[in-house]
């Protein structure tokens, strides 16, 4: 809030930029590892990284030698 109402007014605070300093491109995605992090998560108990599990096996990306 602070940010917009100083950059409203003509100047703008070190921290917050008006733009952002280049785009961002979306990371490749690795199932593979990612189901990994989450099997470790799933075992000491995070029902997040069971969900995500879930969904992995869901969208068939879970198993291995699947196709997507």
């Known amino acids: ?5 100083a950059s409203s007014r003509g100047c ?3 921290h917050s930029p008006p733009w952002p300093s280049r785009p961002r491109r979306p990371k490749a ?3 593979a590892a990612a189901k990994g992090w989450y099997e ?13 599990i ?9 198993k291995a030698g ?3």
Do not use: S
């Not at 809030?1 to 109402?5: A, E, K, Q, T, V």
């Not at 799933?42 to 990284?49: D, I, S, Y």
């Not at 879930?54 to 879970?62: C, R, S, V």
């Open 1 to 5: 809030m602070l940010g917009r109402i």
């Open 12 to 14: 703008f605070l070190p």
């Open 29 to 31: 995605r690795n199932d």
């Open 40 to 52: 470790k998560a799933a075992a000491l108990g995070n029902t997040g990284a069971m969900q995500k």
């Open 54 to 62: 879930a969904a992995l096996y869901e969208k068939g990306t879970g």
């Open 66 to 68: 699947a196709k997507r």
